[in-house]
Nanobody
Framework: QVQLVESGGGLVQPGDSLKLSCAAS????????IAWFRQAPEKEREFVSA????????QYADFAKGRFTISRDNRKNTVYLEMTNLTPEDTAVYYC???????????????????WGQGTQVTVSP
């Protein structure tokens, strides 16, 4: 079993930055591809970004390109999502998810990910 715990969310103003963390326990993070998804109130969950186990593959949603950066530190069993130039449209609960078959690949499909965290709230408001 794998447990994923997100942290780093909070209330920020437009234009601010936040760095989210996804810490894994129960199994070495290094065997997992990790993705970030988000869900805003009354909206569908959407893909944000993903990184493979080997860090050879990274993907970003169009809205994240140029503003968000995903990275991982397998020694710390942690994946990060650094978000800059935040807007109110980025307000959502952000979830990290793990794919045990993600050694080389990443996926934007939520169904590919077996393990999920509980989420961390990000609120961007003036």
């Amino acid at each position: 079993q794998v447990q994923l715990v997100e942290s780093g969310g909070g209330l920020v103003q437009p234009g601010d930055s936040l760095k989210l963390s996804c810490a894994a326990s129960g199994r070495a993070l290094s065997v997992l591809a990790i993705a970030w998804f988000r869900q805003a109130p009354e909206k569908e969950r959407e893909f944000v970004s993903a990184v493979s186990w080997t860090d050879r593959s990274r993907q970003y949603a169009d809205f994240a390109k140029g503003r968000f950066t995903i990275s991982r530190d397998n020694r710390k069993n942690t994946v990060y999502l650094e978000m800059t130039n935040l807007t109110p449209e980025d307000t959502a609960v952000y979830y990290c998810a793990g794919d045990p078959e993600g050694k080389w690949r990443t996926s934007q499909r939520a169904s590919q990910y077996e393990y999920w965290g509980q989420g961390t709230q990000v609120t961007v408001s003036p």
